[in-house]
């Protein structure tokens, strides 16, 4: 079953990818909405959150729980990374509350929100993979 872990390690990277894309493209769609001479694509936003963040992220979840089940991991370990995860899924959520914000009223704060939301995201990656690789506990 190399395959399912090749499917789960490539979902992770897209899904991860985007995660910390979506944010920088928010804020600055967010930005170019309120200068009439800089055009924004703000369907970019909903398309890469629509067809292809959301998409990695469902294949990522499911092929990863297929893994432990399939392999019988379970661990402390296991929950906090599931714990990670979850707060990755919250960031996701998010993402597409900043998206529909920034549709509806784009306005300079949401930058803030844009970089806090990138920096959590970042942080559940690293943590995500650190109890992955050094299973600590």
Request: proline share 7%; hydrophobic share 55%; aromatic share 8%.
């Amino acid at each position: 079953m190399p395959l399912l872990k090749l499917l789960h390690f490539t979902a992770l990277i897209v899904w991860c990818g985007t995660l910390l894309y979506l944010p920088a493209l928010i804020a600055a769609g967010c930005r170019a909405a309120q200068v009439p001479e800089r055009p924004g694509h703000p369907e970019l936003n909903r398309t890469l959150f629509n067809l292809i963040a959301t998409p990695a992220a469902i294949i990522a979840i499911g092929s990863g729980t297929a893994l432990f089940l399939r392999d019988g991991t379970f661990g402390v370990w296991l929950v906090f990374k599931l714990t990670t995860v979850a707060v990755m899924v919250i960031c996701h959520a998010l993402c597409g509350l900043l998206i529909l914000q920034c549709e509806r009223h784009p306005r300079p704060a949401l930058s803030v929100a844009c970089a806090a939301l990138g920096a959590t995201t970042m942080g559940m990656i690293v943590a995500t993979l650190w109890l992955v690789l050094a299973k600590p506990f």
